[in-house]
C-alpha cells in the first residue's frame, strides 16, 4: 500500500483527547512540525530499506517492537525507549511518550546505515553489468562493421 505524509502545522483537533483545558486544539509551531515531518518520512522510507535488507515480517513489525502484520501497530508490551544518552532507533516502536530529548537521539542503527550501502552496492553492480554488457555489445557490432569496411576495401582494389 501506498503511504501518505502529512505536514501539520497550527492549531490542529485531535479528538481523542483527553485535555480539558484545549478541548482537543493544538498548535504545532513550525519548528516542531518541521522535526515531526523528517522523523516520519524517515521512518517511512526505512520500511522500504528494511523490506529490502531483512523482508516483510521484519519490517511489518519494526524490528520486532510491534504486531507481526502491518494492521498491528501497537508497540510490544515491554518495549521501552533506552535511557538518556544512548540512542533512539527510528524503525523501532516504544511504549510510552517520548522523551524530551527524542529528536535529539534519533538514529538510524548502524546495522540499518550497512544495509543501505549494501543495497547499494548491487544496484551500482547491476547498473554496472548493465553498462558492461551493452558496451560489449556495442563494441562486437563496431568490430564487425570494421571487418565488413575492411573486406570491402580489399574486393574493390582487387
Request: aromatic share 14%; charged share 25%.
Given at each position: 500500500?501506498?503511504?501518505?505524509?502529512?505536514?501539520?502545522?497550527?492549531?490542529t483537533?485531535?479528538?481523542?483527547?483527553?485535555n480539558?483545558?484545549?478541548?482537543?486544539?493544538y498548535?504545532?509551531k513550525?519548528?516542531?512540525?518541521?522535526?515531526v515531518?523528517?522523523?516520519?518520512?524517515?521512518?517511512?522510507?526505512?520500511?522500504?530499506?528494511?523490506?529490502?535488507?531483512?523482508?516483510?515480517n521484519?519490517?511489518?513489525s519494526?524490528?520486532?517492537?510491534?504486531?507481526?502484520?502491518?494492521?498491528?501497530?501497537?508497540?510490544?508490551?515491554?518495549?521501552?525507549?533506552?535511557?538518556?544518552?544512548?540512542?533512539?532507533?527510528?524503525?523501532?516502536?516504544?511504549e510510552?511518550?517520548?522523551p524530551?530529548?527524542?529528536?535529539d537521539?534519533?538514529?538510524?542503527?548502524?546495522?540499518?546505515?550497512l544495509?543501505?550501502g549494501?543495497?547499494?552496492k548491487?544496484?551500482?553492480l547491476?547498473?554496472?553489468?548493465?553498462?558492461?554488457?551493452?558496451?560489449s555489445?556495442?563494441?562486437?557490432?563496431?568490430n564487425?562493421?570494421?571487418?565488413?569496411?575492411v573486406?570491402?576495401?580489399?574486393?574493390?582494389?582487387i
Amino acid at each position: 500500500m501506498d503511504r501518505e505524509l502529512y505536514y501539520k502545522v497550527g492549531y490542529t483537533y485531535y479528538s481523542d483527547s483527553k485535555n480539558d483545558s484545549t478541548k482537543g486544539w493544538y498548535c504545532r509551531k513550525t519548528s516542531f512540525a518541521d522535526l515531526v515531518f523528517q522523523e516520519t518520512s524517515a521512518h517511512e522510507i526505512g520500511h522500504q530499506l528494511l523490506f529490502d535488507f531483512r523482508g516483510r515480517n521484519y519490517t511489518y513489525s519494526q524490528k520486532g517492537t510491534s504486531g507481526p502484520t502491518w494492521i498491528q501497530q501497537d508497540p510490544l508490551p515491554g518495549t521501552k525507549y533506552p535511557p538518556s544518552p544512548k540512542e533512539i532507533d527510528l524503525m523501532k516502536y516504544a511504549e510510552g511518550n517520548e522523551p524530551i530529548d527524542y529528536y535529539d537521539r534519533l538514529v538510524l542503527s548502524q546495522e540499518d546505515s550497512l544495509g543501505i550501502g549494501w543495497l547499494s552496492k548491487i544496484k551500482i553492480l547491476s547498473i554496472y553489468c548493465v553498462f558492461y554488457l551493452l558496451l560489449s555489445c556495442n563494441s562486437k557490432i563496431n568490430n564487425e562493421v570494421q571487418r565488413k569496411t575492411v573486406e570491402c576495401q580489399y574486393t574493390t582494389k582487387i
